[in-house]
T-cell receptor, first 113, second 110 residues
Framework: KAGVTQTPRYLIKTRGQQVTLSCSPISGHRSVSWYQQTPGQGLQFLFEYFSETQRNKGNFPGRFSGRQFSNSRSEMNVSTLELGDSALYLC????????????FGPGTRLTVL | GQQVMQIPQYQHVQEGEDFTTYCNSSTTLSNIQWYKQRPGGHPVFLIQLVKSGEVKKQKRLTFQFGEAKKNSSLHITATQTTDVGTYFCAVRRGNTPLVFGKGTRLSVIA
């Protein structure tokens, strides 16, 4: 069974631009969560989706948004990029909402110049 | 918001020595999960503990959940170079999302 896939794997943008990251969960998994990982702040929760509904949102500004599609694939969007948005963005899937254990994708490394 | 403290932040051990990381919460937890992230990799789910006082083993790894469900530990016996990485605990309380600790970075000197 294929794991969680994320595209693109690497991205370089400039301040003020926007970016869309994509996540395809493991087949049969209906819950997707997004995290931002930086050396200083560690793993910080962004969003949690289940059945196309946002179940939880982390403490991030409104520039960060996301959605989940009927096939469980998810996207997150960051508008008006800032230098501090440079991070590894990780997507994790699980079979059900709040299931035991999450399976992470390889992440998208975003660099904002 | 819910916080979880993980100590130590870093640990350097000689190969063959034991290693322990601790995760502490000021509030009672529904459950606790442990993940491992290798350098340059992504977090990998190791285990979930749910019951008070629970102890689970995976080969050289022993996981414990405190009696009060406020703390947990991960112990590795006789570390190997393949154990290198950052170990995270992650907790839920009620309907909150999964919150990760800052992690313990383990270095193993051969």
């Amino acid at each position: 069974k294929a794991g969680v896939t994320q595209t693109p794997r690497y991205l370089i943008k400039t301040r003020g631009q926007q970016v869309t990251l994509s996540c395809s969960p493991i087949s049969g998994h209906r819950s997707v969560s997004w995290y931002q990982q930086t050396p200083g702040q560690g793993l910080q929760f962004l969003f949690e989706y289940f059945s196309e509904t946002q179940r939880n949102k982390g403490n991030f500004p409104g520039r960060f948004s996301g959605r989940q599609f009927s096939n469980s694939r998810s996207e997150m969007n960051v508008s008006t990029l800032e230098l501090g948005d440079s991070a590894l963005y990780l997507c994790a899937s699980s079979r059900e909402y709040r299931a035991k254990g999450q399976f992470f994708g390889p992440g998208t490394r975003l660099t904002v110049l | 918001g819910q916080q979880v403290m993980q100590i130590p932040q870093y640990q350097h051990v000689q190969e063959g020595e034991d290693f322990t990381t601790y995760c502490n919460s000021s509030t009672t937890l529904s459950n606790i999960q442990w993940y491992k992230q290798r350098p340059g990799g992504h977090p990998v789910f190791l285990i979930q503990l749910v019951k008070s006082g629970e102890v689970k083993k995976q080969k050289r790894l022993t996981f414990q959940f405190g009696e009060a469900k406020k703390n947990s530990s991960l112990h590795i016996t006789a570390t190997q170079t393949t154990d290198v990485g950052t170990y995270f605990c992650a907790v839920r309380r009620g309907n909150t999302p999964l919150v990760f600790g800052k992690g313990t970075r383990l270095s193993v000197i051969a």
